[in-house]
């Protein structure tokens, strides 16, 4: 007879770093876990006074800013059994290290915080284990199966989202004027062509899935040799990374009739040609973030804590 699974004794408790349209529809998803005992969730925002009256039940807040009505981050932080961050690139990276190296398991959303070597080595250095979700794309059983046996040499995607939902803080009058003028029937223009560093760089909330697609397709180190002479396994896991963020290659698109968010991966070596294209829904919370995202989100989150 198979073994039951263990079920911890007490709640786990997950405390979300950002509650925008990600964490609220995360925290939503895993309900029915909340009300079943099995976690207890509390999320850390910067400004908590501005998300009262978007409560989600059952979850508590606590604040990574100044307010004083709640528990602060590190507070919260002490409590945690798993830190689940949903807030940006530069957050991940900005607390994402100290919950590793307090020990505590991490579940990374802003995957393209690991396109900073510096931050990857830190997120991948233990004691805590590091949970690289899948997010808006998918296939990463085949595509990672394939690299591990070096069997890929070419690995790209392009996404393709709506004109306005790119535009960004740096762009010139001209750029965002002509992001703004596009309307359905235009030819898409892209926006950025090049590798996922300098994608996630220019658009931090648009193209974590290049980054992620890095992730799933670094391969491994041949047990015989490893990374290199002294590379220990988190430098061996970040050399990786390094190598393989410099093989794919990243497209990104303004499309005005791109009713959803797409995204399309084509993979090719000695092990094939693999083709895949994700559309996810919108997110119930935000129309500009994949719905896919959260949902891959929650399922890392049972995953990282052994729930069914
Ligand atoms: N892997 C993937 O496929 C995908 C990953 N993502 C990543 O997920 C991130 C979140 O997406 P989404 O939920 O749609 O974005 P939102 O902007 O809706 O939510 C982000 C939330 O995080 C909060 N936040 C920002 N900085 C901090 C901080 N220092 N401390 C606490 N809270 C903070 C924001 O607060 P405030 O209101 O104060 O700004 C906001 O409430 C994106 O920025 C992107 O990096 C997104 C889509 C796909
Ligand atoms: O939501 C999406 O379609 C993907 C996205 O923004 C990201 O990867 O940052």
Redesign the pocket.
């Known amino acids: 007879m198979p073994t039951p699974p263990a079920y911890p004794a007490e709640p786990a408790r997950v405390l979300l770093l950002g509650f925008g349209a990600i964490g609220r529809h995360v925290a939503t998803l895993l309900a029915p876990e909340r009300e079943a005992g099995l976690l207890r969730m509390c999320a850390a925002e910067r400004e908590v006074a501005a998300h009262r009256d978007r409560a989600v039940p059952g979850v508590e807040l606590s604040t990574t800013g100044t307010d004083t009505d709640c528990p602060t981050w590190a507070e919260a932080l002490a409590e945690a059994d798993l830190v689940v961050e949903c807030a940006g690139v530069e957050p991940a990276g900005e607390y994402g290290p100290q919950v590793i190296a307090a020990g505590m398991d991490l579940v990374l959303t802003?995957?393209?915080a690991l396109a900073d070597p510096e931050t990857a080595l830190r997120l991948l250095a233990g004691p805590g284990r590091l949970w690289v979700t899948n997010?808006?794309?998918g296939g990463f059983d085949v595509l990672g199966a394939a690299a591990e046996a070096g069997g890929l040499d070419a690995v790209r995607i392009r996404?393709s989202?709506l004109p306005t939902?790119l535009l960004r803080p740096w762009m010139t009058d001209q750029q965002e004027a002509q992001l703004r003028s596009l309307s359905p029937g235009d030819d898409p223009v892209t926006v950025f062509s090049g590798g996922p560093a300098g994608a996630?760089e220019q658009?931090?909330?648009?193209?974590?899935?290049?980054?992620?697609l890095a992730w799933a397709t670094r391969g491994r180190a041949d047990p015989a040799v490893g990374t290199g002479a002294g590379v220990g396994p988190q430098a061996g896991q970040a050399e990786l990374l390094r190598r393989s963020l410099e093989r794919v290659r990243v497209e990104l698109v303004a499309d005005p009739a791109a009713g959803r968010?797409?995204?399309e991966i084509l993979a090719t070596g000695p092990a094939g040609r693999i083709e895949l294209a994700?559309e996810?829904a919108p997110?119930p919370e935000n129309p500009?973030?994949?719905g896919?995202?959260a949902l891959s989100v929650a399922r890392t989150v049972r995953g990282a804590l052994g729930l069914p």
Do not use: D, Q
Request: glycine share 10%.
């Open positions: 802003s995957v393209g997010g808006a794309i996404t989202k939902s996630i658009f931090p909330a648009n193209v974590n899935v290049a980054v992620g968010s797409r995204h994700f996810s997110s500009k973030t994949s896919l995202t």
